[in-house]
């Protein structure tokens, strides 16, 4: 269950960081309000999920799987292929997610 | 001469900023912990308090530092100080094989930020520009 709800609170994270985008600094209001209605629905799925991680694995494991989410978002609406970077950081990510997992960690 | 200080004294305020927003990010991690599913009313409150106040100073310092760069160092301040400081303040262990994962998932989350950053993919062409020049 908490990785369900982590899994949701990543979605709304990825959908505050494309809000944030079009929010041009918090100069557009319907922007600004997107962002901080998904910001706050993010944030309250996060606190769901922490009730069963730790606070620094449930916050990490967050925040980089929303990152990984943001990037292949990106490439796809721009319709740009991933270079090499963007490629090794989410492989990165993976690597301690799963190890992190295997580890009994998380 | 004289422009060029004021940048520099513009960028050095960003950055602080940027730092600034990094702490109240790990203000919001504890607080978002703490409150057990906003079940507890004064980690709630904190909680949507540094929530305010990371996105304010995170916006106002992305309008002079790339955002990349800009998120790499937040997400990294969030994250290394939500794992130090949640056994501090609750009853959580980061053992060697924790702290070792979390800091691949964290060096991963920086890099694919600095990966995004139009800056330093210009800047790297440029190099190799540079480098192939006589």
Known sequence: MSWLYLGIAVIFEIAVALAASKAQGFT??????????????????????????????????????????????????????LNWRQGAGIGIVIVGVVGLQLGGAA | MTATLVTNNRNTGAWLVLLLAGVFEVGYALSVGGSQGFSILSWSISALVFFLLTLFCLSVALKRIDVGIGYAVWAGIGSVGAAALGPVFFDETLTPARAFWLAVIIAGVVWLKLADSPKLETKSKAAMLGATQP
Do not use: H, N, P
Request: charged fraction near 5%.
């Open chain 1, 28 to 81: 557009r209001l319907w922007w600004t309000i997107t962002t901080l209605i998904t910001g706050a629905i993010a944030t309250f799925f996060l606190s769901l999920a922490l009730l069963t991680f730790d606070v620094g694995v449930g916050y990490a494991l967050w925040v980089s799987v929303a990152g990984v989410g943001i990037t292949i978002l990106g490439a796809m609406l721009f319709g740009q292929r």
